[in-house]
C-alpha cells in the first residue's frame, strides 16, 4: 500500500493550495481519508477527514470554512483544498488511510507528508 501526498510549497498568506493524495494497493473506497499536520516542534494534529465512499467530513476547527476535504473514488485520489491560507498553517501535511470499518481515530496507512509554507 502507498499514499503519495503532492501538492504542498511555499505562498503568501491569502492565498491557496491544493493537495492530492493518491493510494495504491488497498480498495480506497473502503477507505477513511484522513489529512493531518505537524508543525515545528508541535505535534502532529488532525486537519480533516472524509469518510468513505464519499460520505461525511470533518475538520478541526482552525480550518472550518477554509479547507475542504474531498475525494475521487474512480482515481483513487483524495484532496485537501486550502484557501484563504494563514501562516500559522505552515507545516507538513500528512494523508492517512483508514479502514471504514475501524473506529474514526484509527489509520492504517501514512503518506510521505508534503510541506506548506506559508508567508506573512
Known amino acids: 500500500v502507498q499514499l503519495q501526498a503532492s501538492g504542498g510549497g511555499l505562498v503568501q498568506a491569502g492565498s491557496s493550495l491544493r493537495l492530492s493524495c493518491e493510494a495504491s494497493?488497498?480498495?480506497?473506497?473502503?477507505?477513511?481519508v484522513g489529512w493531518f499536520r505537524q508543525a515545528p516542534g508541535m505535534e502532529r494534529e488532525f486537519v480533516a477527514a472524509?469518510?468513505?465512499?464519499?460520505?461525511?467530513?470533518n475538520y478541526a476547527d482552525s480550518v472550518k470554512g477554509r479547507f475542504t476535504v474531498s475525494r475521487d473514488n474512480a482515481k483513487n485520489t483524495g484532496y485537501l483544498q486550502m484557501n484563504s491560507l494563514k501562516p500559522e498553517d505552515t507545516a507538513v501535511y500528512y494523508c492517512?488511510?483508514?479502514?471504514?470499518?475501524?473506529?474514526?481515530?484509527?489509520?492504517?496507512?501514512w503518506g510521505q507528508g508534503t510541506l506548506v509554507t506559508v508567508s506573512s
Open positions: 492517512a488511510a483508514g479502514d471504514y470499518r475501524r473506529a474514526r481515530d484509527r489509520y492504517d496507512y
Open positions: 494497493g488497498l480498495r480506497f473506497r473502503e477507505y477513511r
Open positions: 472524509i469518510e468513505w465512499s464519499d460520505g461525511p467530513t
